[in-house]
């Protein structure tokens, strides 16, 4: 058994990185079966499940459509904020009940909570029937742990708390036919005193840049249209490998593959340079979207987060990105409540908000994670007060990101087009080169295509299409 240790995990650069081929052969004692995987969290967390399907499918398990007909379930977990944890254990009581009815029932817990030292204590002591947990840095192990399990019917806890290898061609069931997820880098360095992901996904690691491109060409052959390049800060790509070669080299290499459509999230204002803006602006199948988190206008706050830029060079990275990069949409994240943010902070967000005009942006209330320093701080701050500024920013936003989407009113804009509408079964859904959601009145057959779109009207986090042949 291996648990979690929360100060080990802050440790960096104590093991050298190794970089490995996934190479595991195991009998097909999947064949019969059937897995459900349930995804909580960020992109990252989606590819690390499209990674779990392929291995389980890999040993011939099958996918069911519920936790109902599953002979395994996999909960993949997210550790960023409080009520991520309250749905994963609010979920592990229905599992519970359903295990009563079926014994041979096996479940897992895996991703960041996993790596969180309470949780796994709590599993332990409180959630006996849980089969086995596994940790973000021995994910490619889980097959071994489920298999132990299978075999000596004891439970199975596996959680490293330092980084294991970079493993490549681990098997991979795509969620899409037509847009990817691909990894650049894992972990992070940045510390952001509120911040979890630091000690759940370990020090930054690079992929090598051979590899990066060579699974991009291998999309571009299996008809992919788009790609995504994922990282919790994919700003810092290629700083722990190379001295010569960042993001905005592996841009301009991926860009080269031919691949129509490239996207990155998420972005580190610090590490967000020149460089990467021009190149941006050169290459036409790098899409004009930009998710570049604020966090807070306040430089006091900014400065308490650990963020390690101020408003005022925030300011200038967001205007020399608007100028550079034309027709761009840029989104953000925003944290109000911070322990010891006064009103007066608040207002200097809610002024750089009104000054920038975002697309849009991920806001939320400040709730403190265990282990990390900002849980430390005193947050006097009532949860009232909290949910007011909220209320107040999140108006704000939904403002500005109407009147940016009323601009596209009567234009044409290409679409890849992902799946039917959500909305409205008769219609199709897509997303804009600027990375806007529009509902589409087109046939089934756009599907995996992109295509002119001519929008007719507009919503604050949508947009409304017809199709225009040419």
């Given at each position: 058994?291996?648990t979690?240790?929360?100060?080990?995990a802050?440790?960096?650069?104590?093991?050298?990185?190794?970089?490995?081929?996934?190479?595991?052969e195991?009998?097909?004692?999947g064949n019969?079966?059937k897995?459900?995987?349930?995804?909580?969290g960020?992109?990252?967390?989606?590819?690390?499940s499209e990674k779990?399907?392929?291995?389980?499918?890999?040993?011939?398990?099958?996918?069911g459509?519920?936790?109902?007909?599953?002979?395994?379930?996999?909960?993949?977990?997210?550790?960023?904020?409080?009520?991520?944890?309250?749905?994963?254990?609010?979920?592990?009581?229905?599992?519970?009940?359903?295990?009563q009815s079926?014994?041979?029932?096996?479940?897992?817990l895996?991703?960041c909570?996993?790596?969180?030292e309470?949780?796994?204590?709590?599993?332990?002591?409180?959630?006996?029937?849980?089969?086995?947990?596994c940790g973000?840095?021995?994910?490619?192990?889980?097959?071994s742990?489920?298999?132990?399990?299978?075999d000596t019917?004891k439970?199975?806890?596996?959680?490293?708390s330092?980084?294991?290898?970079?493993?490549?061609g681990?098997p991979?069931?795509?969620d899409?036919?037509?847009?990817a997820?691909i990894?650049?880098?894992?972990?992070?360095?940045?510390?952001?005193?509120?911040?979890?992901v630091?000690?759940?996904?370990?020090?930054?690691?690079s992929?090598?840049?051979?590899?990066?491109?060579?699974?991009?060409?291998?999309?571009?052959?299996?008809?992919y249209?788009?790609?995504t390049?994922l990282?919790?800060?994919?700003?810092a790509?290629?700083?722990?490998?190379?001295?010569?070669?960042?993001?905005?080299?592996?841009?301009?290499?991926?860009?080269d593959?031919?691949i129509?459509?490239?996207?990155?999230v998420?972005?580190?204002?610090?590490?967000?340079?020149?460089?990467?803006?021009?190149v941006?602006a050169?290459?036409?199948?790098?899409?004009?979207?930009i998710?570049?988190?604020?966090?807070?206008?306040?430089?006091?706050?900014l400065?308490?987060?650990?963020?390690?830029?101020?408003?005022?060079?925030?300011?200038?990275?967001y205007?020399?990105i608007?100028?550079?990069?034309?027709?761009?949409?840029v989104?953000t994240?925003?944290?109000?409540?911070?322990?010891?943010?006064?009103?007066?902070?608040?207002l200097?967000?809610l002024?750089?908000?009104e000054?920038?005009?975002?697309?849009?942006?991920?806001?939320?209330?400040?709730s403190?994670?265990?282990?990390?320093?900002?849980?430390?701080?005193?947050?006097?701050?009532?949860?009232?007060v909290?949910?007011d500024?909220?209320?107040?920013?999140?108006?704000?936003?939904?403002k500005y990101?109407?009147?940016?989407?009323?601009?596209?009113l009567?234009?044409?804009?290409k679409c890849?087009?992902?799946?039917?509408?959500?909305?409205?079964?008769n219609?199709?859904?897509?997303?804009?080169?600027?990375?806007?959601?529009?509902?589409?009145?087109g046939?089934k057959?756009?599907?995996?295509n992109?295509?002119?779109?001519?929008i007719?009207?507009?919503?604050?986090?949508s947009?409304?299409?017809?199709?225009?042949?040419?």
């Open positions: 058994m291996k979690p240790n929360m100060l080990d802050k440790k960096r650069n104590q093991n050298d990185i190794k970089y490995v081929k996934y190479n595991k195991f009998d097909k004692f019969g079966k897995f459900f995987v349930r995804t909580y960020c992109q990252m967390n989606e590819h690390d779990i399907k392929g291995m389980l499918k890999s040993v011939d398990f099958s996918e459509t519920s936790v109902d007909d599953a002979d395994i379930v996999i909960l993949n977990t997210c550790a960023i904020r409080e009520n991520a944890h309250d749905k994963v254990f609010g979920f592990l009581g229905v599992l519970k009940h359903l295990k079926k014994p041979d029932l096996l479940i897992g895996c991703g909570m996993a790596q969180e309470v949780v796994v204590n709590d599993i332990l002591n409180k959630y006996k029937y849980v089969d086995f947990v973000t840095h021995n994910l490619d192990n889980m097959l742990i489920i298999k132990n399990k299978i019917d439970r199975q806890i596996e959680v490293l330092y980084e294991g290898d970079v493993v490549e681990v991979v069931v795509r899409s036919k037509y847009s997820w990894d650049i880098i894992y972990g992070c360095d940045k510390f952001c005193t509120y911040c979890i630091p000690y759940t996904r370990g020090t930054q690691r992929r090598k840049h051979e590899d990066i491109v060579e699974e991009v060409k291998k999309l571009v052959s299996d008809g249209k788009e790609v390049l990282g919790q800060n994919v700003n790509y290629g700083k722990d490998l190379y001295k010569d070669y960042d993001l905005s080299n592996l841009l301009s290499d991926v860009s593959t031919g129509e459509r490239i996207r990155f998420t972005s580190h204002p610090w590490d967000f340079t020149d460089k990467m803006i021009d941006i050169s290459r036409d199948n790098i899409m004009p979207y998710h570049l988190p604020l966090q807070s206008g306040s430089n006091k706050i400065k308490l987060m650990n963020r390690k830029y101020t408003s005022e060079e925030y300011l200038k990275l205007n020399s608007r100028e550079k990069v034309a027709d761009s949409s989104t994240d925003i944290i109000v409540g911070f322990p010891g943010e006064t009103e007066e902070d608040f200097e967000t002024n750089l908000v000054e920038c005009k975002f697309d849009g942006a991920f806001t939320f209330a400040y403190p994670r265990e282990n990390t320093p900002a849980a430390l701080m005193k947050d006097a701050i009532p949860e009232e909290k949910m500024r909220l209320h107040r920013l999140n108006e704000v936003v939904n990101s109407n009147l940016r989407n009323q601009k596209l009567g234009t044409t804009v890849l087009v992902i799946g039917e509408s959500e909305k409205d079964k219609k199709v859904c897509g997303y804009t080169e600027n990375m806007k959601l529009v509902n589409i009145e046939p057959s756009l599907i995996g992109i295509v002119s779109v001519k007719t009207d507009t919503k604050s986090f947009l409304d299409g017809e199709y225009i042949k040419e």
